[in-house]
């Protein structure tokens, strides 16, 4: 197990602005076993393995810096992540017909496939930019804030799902496979085979997107940057420019080798239990709400 489960869709009736994407330099990473649709993600699976698609716009982390009619994450803290109790702003962003609320519903379908299970999901209804009625059904799957349907998210809940959330971006918004791996159920076994075939570590991710001033934070494997670029996989080495130079992925921070900000691997999955922005020992508490990434 690990990252997604096999066979299930992450269903949605319409996906992130293909015209916004372009405008905006949207991010994300694809290779070779893609399988994407008009503008959907679709969990995918290989044998028996947790892995999961990642196409996450980092613009989509905080629509409202972009426009006030976009969705800051901080409007979800107060409720339940349900479409009767969320709040008049939060269904007004994810209604929007226009590209910042293409963004708004791309965080909260990932939310929920983070957070929910796969017996739960987020269904509403709304017009598009012609005033057609659409609705939206966004499937569960992970289950790392499977209480949020019934009650506020917790501290705990948010970390693990703001690091899934960061696990997920990707520079050039096209869907790649990745298994994800954490010190928590259901990331926190894998089997042999899963392990086999996704064997170069990528990083790890964690933070708090839901703070006032989100953290989001990603190290990585200095040894497989090469291999994580050449798969389209930016995020946690930098994107490379042209000049050389490298950009973060919207307000992820890149700290540096995972070896040096994280202890305590796992010596099956391989997976990291704490990471901390900093090396200055005890002056910042290592974060234990981490999700590792592993490659093919």
Not at 175 to 181: E, G, L
Not at 253 to 263: A, L, M, P, R, Y
Request: some cysteine.
């Amino acid at each position: 197990m690990g990252g997604c489960q096999r066979g299930e869709s992450m269903n949605t009736t319409t996906g992130t602005s293909v015209a916004w994407a372009a405008v905006l330099c949207l991010f994300s990473g694809c290779t070779q076993n893609e399988a994407r649709g008009d503008g959907d993600e679709t969990v995918g699976q290989i044998d028996d393995a947790f892995q999961v698609w990642n196409a996450i716009n980092p613009n989509s982390l905080n629509p409202k810096t972009l426009d006030p009619n976009g969705l800051n994450p901080m409007d979800l803290l107060s409720n339940p992540l349900n479409p009767g109790t969320i709040s008049a702003s939060v269904m007004s962003a994810i209604q929007n017909p226009d590209a910042i609320g293409d963004l708004s519903r791309q965080l909260v379908r990932y939310l929920v496939n983070c957070g929910f299970d796969s017996t739960q999901s987020f269904s509403f209804s709304r017009n598009d930019f012609n005033g057609t009625p659409v609705h939206e059904t966004f499937a569960g799957h992970l289950g790392l804030a499977k209480d949020w349907e019934n009650k506020p998210i917790s501290v705990a809940e948010q970390e693990w799902v703001s690091a899934c959330i960061y696990s997920r971006l990707n520079w050039y918004q096209v869907p790649v496979m990745i298994s994800s791996r954490a010190a928590e159920a259901p990331l926190d076994t894998t089997d042999a085979v899963e392990r086999a075939e996704y064997s170069f570590a990528e990083g790890a991710f964690w933070g708090n997107l839901f703070l006032q001033t989100p953290k989001a934070y990603a190290c990585n494997m200095p040894q497989n940057a090469a291999h994580d670029r050449s798969l389209q996989r930016d995020c946690a080495v930098g994107h490379l420019n042209f000049d050389s130079t490298t950009s973060p992925c919207g307000i992820l921070q890149i700290v540096g080798d995972c070896e040096t900000h994280c202890t305590y691997r796992d010596s099956i999955d391989l997976y990291f239990n704490h990471c901390t922005e900093t090396t200055t020992g005890s002056v910042i508490k290592p974060s234990p709400y981490v999700i590792s990434t592993f490659l093919p």
